[in-house]
């Protein structure tokens, strides 16, 4: 039920920002690679595992929007895990580049994120318990 899927990501609407996020911002990635823009990954990793990593990117967004949607608690999950660290690697990636000074912002952002994702995650686990204490 498509309507269903949707009428469920619109009571998510932070979780679905992340995830979407998380697929433009892999998709810009994997579209500039070998460009001047190229991002700071390209910088710093062989083309070949910066691509790695913004397909792992992709696919994280692609399962928190899915997992939100679907009610699948599991997908999302591991969206969230994948999120949540490939924001720390980020904001690693951007300091070392161009200085923890100049990367504040990125790493405020990053930060915020990565305890969003977090937050989620327990909130996820807590309701995951709730529920099997509910069985019979």
Known sequence: MASGFFRRLMFAPFE???????ITTA???LLETGSPAASALDAVLPGWAAN????AYLV??????VGVGAQRSDIESAGLVVIA???????????ALIGVANAAVSMVFAALVTVACWARLWGLAAATKQRQRQLP
Do not use: D, K, P, S
């Open 16 to 22: 679905v920002l992340i995830g979407g996020l998380a």
């Open 27 to 29: 998709i810009a990635g």
């Open 52 to 55: 790695l990593f913004q397909i």
């Open 60 to 65: 994280a967004g692609v399962c928190l929007v």
């Open 85 to 95: 660290t490939n924001q720390v690697v980020r904001a690693i990636v951007f300091a």
